[in-house]
């Protein structure tokens, strides 16, 4: 695998691009009738954007979400154009230094205001709600689940989104109150349908999908897969090989973060402080680590 370069980019600058929205990671610019999205090597860990960058973290995202694009193009439709700068408007190539491997340029589409969360574990703040309720977004669980352990079945828990802080975690009738009953029934098939195909390869590659999230919208009457998809900071990834429930599990994502964070005491308020060099690199590894596992190549390749 490659070795952690230490270039990283924190925020993009495109003069006579027209910026949309700056998000914890991404910056999202408007392109005639598409959008360009630009993974930065931002990091956020309890809501809040830490100073220090991931070195290759955007490239990772932004690639794990073309590959699972071309992966599920034959299950649902997705938003996703191209993610080769020669293919973009004459006008974006002379910023290739910053959008080379961490962008892509897709369909704008009608979002759906809800997130489509698909969970075959117990983990995360379902393991909470189910240790207060034996729920999980108002689906009963059976009894005696312990922590990390595998669901009878897929389920499909909604979410609201939330511009600032934590999602919303909402029943299905609550969610098709908002979007309508028959869009949410098709979103909860298509969340099932995806989640169980990507989570077979994902097995088969050694690790397991313990849950992710999905953001879907419309276009031209047509429901189709947008955002990004099946990458570390969307999904919980778990190593095969040391799963065991009963406790939390090690994944590929934030986790040498957030354990750092909770080392020092940091109040979970802005701004964060800057990271140490060990935990950066660390960080950086796990989610080159977690391409690599999936799609059985280097970044660079």
């Known amino acids: 695998m490659p070795t952690t370069q230490p270039a990283v980019l924190l925020e993009t600058n ?34 809040v954007v830490l100073p220090t ?8 995202l932004t690639q794990l979400s073309v590959f699972w694009f071309d992966f599920l193009k034959n299950d649902v439709k997705t938003h996703f154009l191209t993610a080769n700068v020669d293919e973009y408007p004459e006008a974006l190539r002379k910023y290739r230094d ?24 117990l983990s995360g703040s379902g393991w909470k709600e189910y240790q207060r309720s034996g729920k999980v977004c108002g689906i009963d669980l059976p009894r005696g689940m312990r922590e990390s352990g595998k669901l009878p079945e897929t389920i ?3 979410a609201t989104k939330a511009q600032s802080g934590h999602d919303e975690n909402i029943s299905v009738e609550q969610a098709g109150e908002i979007v309508g009953q028959d869009v949410i029934a098709e979103l ?5 349908e995806i989640f169980d195909r990507a989570s077979q390869h994902a097995l088969a590659c050694g690790l397991v999908l313990a849950d992710t999230k999905f953001e879907f919208g419309r276009l031209a009457g047509e429901i189709v897969l947008g955002d990004e998809v099946l990458t570390p ?30 080392s020092i005491q940091f109040n979970k308020q802005p701004p964060g402080p800057e990271l140490p060099p060990e935990i950066v690199e660390k960080t950086s590894e796990k989610y080159l680590e977690a391409y690599y596992t999936l799609t059985g190549r280097d970044l660079d390749e």
């Open 14 to 47: 495109m003069p006579g691009c027209a910026l949309l929205a700056r998000g914890k990671v991404r910056d999202v610019y408007s392109v005639e009738d598409k959008l360009l999205i630009v993974a930065t090597d931002r990091i956020s860990a309890f809501d």
């Open 53 to 60: 960058g991931i070195p290759r973290k955007g490239e990772v």
């Open 98 to 121: 910053q959008l080379q491997g961490r962008s892509m340029l897709v369909r704008k589409l009608e979002m759906f205001p809800v997130e489509c969360i698909a969970r075959a574990y």
């Open 156 to 158: 499909f828990t909604p």
């Open 188 to 192: 909860q098939r298509l969340t099932i």
């Open 233 to 262: 900071d969307s999904s919980r990834y778990w190593p095969l090989e040391t799963y065991h429930p009963g406790r939390p599990q090690p994944s590929f994502d934030k986790q040498f973060v957030r354990d750092y964070l909770e």
